[in-house]
């Protein structure tokens, strides 16, 4: 437990994530993002990046000593002994920042941004709900081809190497569809910021 109400917003990739934590960014409710903490964690002079050049050789380096994040994405997704060598050096790492950030929220409550919550929902026992943001796979496969340019091939290691969406599900306390419109999706998230501002005792902030 956070002292205040710390919520995990997750789901697939490409599942619209980003979009639903903006709306409640909007309402004006706190979010710390893993995604942008692990690139916070391996910017220049960072242990975290030392690490991984030491795990995966300088290859993981672009010219300029930038993590080359396209290389090293191709690579976890087609080794998954490399995936979880990246993990075990990025995750402690974000996690411990992510508590911390939430314990210092200044609000009723506050959303974490967490991708890959049910690949290890025991490491955030501390939060108090879990927010699952829901399409079905082949809206993910059509996005992430159209988004990223991935192939097929590629877009189907990407989703084949994340929990599966009945294990994210399993896990929601609160599942938004997000294969709706985008006026049906801002009605949604104005419900739960009423429901959450009632759980976390403010009406209002």
């Known amino acids: 437990m ?8 997750t789901g697939g990739i490409a599942s619209g994530k980003t979009t639903v934590a903006n709306g409640f960014v909007d309402l004006g409710v706190p979010l710390f993002d893993a995604d942008v ?6 910017a220049p002079g960072q242990p975290a990046l030392t690490e991984i050049v030491a795990a995966f050789g300088p290859e993981a380096l672009t010219p300029n000593g930038q993590l080359d994040r396209q290389r090293m994405r191709e690579r976890i997704f087609a080794d998954a002994n490399a995936r979880r060598r990246l993990e075990s050096i990025l995750h402690p ?3 411990e920042t992510l508590r911390s950030r939430a314990r210092a929220c200044a609000t009723g409550y506050c959303l974490l ?3 890959l919550y049910a690949e290890a929902p025991a490491a955030y026992a501390w939060v108090d709900r879990v927010l699952v ?3 079905p796979p082949a809206v993910q496969l059509v996005r992430l081809m159209q988004r990223d340019g991935m192939t097929r091939e590629s877009s ?7 929990a599966s ?3 994210r599900l399993a896990l929601a306390d609160d599942a938004i569809d997000n294969s ?3 006026a049906a999706l801002t009605h949604i998230i104005a419900r739960l910021h009423q429901r959450y501002s009632r759980l976390s005792g403010r009406e209002k902030f």
């Open 37 to 42: 903490i692990a690139r916070e964690l391996v």
């Open 156 to 162: 189907q290691r990407a989703l084949a190497a994340q």
């Open 133 to 135: 943001v829901d399409v």
């Open 113 to 115: 941004a967490v991708p």
């Open 165 to 167: 969406r009945s294990q």
């Open 2 to 9: 956070t002292d205040r109400l710390a919520i995990v917003v």
């Open 93 to 95: 790492r974000v996690r």
């Open 180 to 182: 709706g419109t985008p």
